[in-house]
């Protein structure tokens, strides 16, 4: 069992940076590949980013691509989402997600379906 925690949400003007935490309980958290996603408002749950278990290997979504970097301390149980530059569109509440898979980022790693362990959420609001 995984239990995840989002924290780092707030309200930003647009152009400006937020970071998200991830924090972890539970074990082997190294043998996990992490994603962020994010849900806004009357529309379903889209992908954002994802890194492997050694975090070596990541993927972002094309509307991120640039602005946005995930990375993992797996010393702290703890995976990162640093966001730049960012845009009133990036208004939703982020999740992280945690899966059982110790490969490289694959295309399919953009679904949610094959995360196993979800966060509550922060909510992340960016002013024009």
């Known amino acids: 069992q995984v239990q995840l925690q989002e924290s780092g949400g707030g309200l930003v003007q647009a152009g400006g940076s937020l970071r998200l935490s991830c924090a972890t309980s539970g074990r082997a958290f190294s043998s996990y590949a992490m994603g962020w996603f994010r849900q806004a408002p009357g529309k379903e749950r889209e992908f954002v980013a994802a890194i492997s278990w050694s975090g070596f290997s990541t993927y972002y979504a094309d509307s991120v691509k640039g602005r946005f970097t995930i990375s993992r301390d797996n010393a702290k149980n703890t995976v990162y989402l640093q966001m730049n530059s960012l845009k009133p569109e990036d208004t939703a509440v982020y999740y992280c997600?945690?899966?059982?898979?110790?490969?490289?980022?694959?295309?399919?790693?953009?679904?949610?379906?094959?995360?196993?362990?979800w966060g509550q959420g922060t909510q992340v609001t960016v002013s024009s």
């Open positions: 997600a945690a899966q059982l898979y110790s490969g490289s980022i694959r295309p399919a790693d953009t679904h949610p379906k094959v995360y196993n362990y």
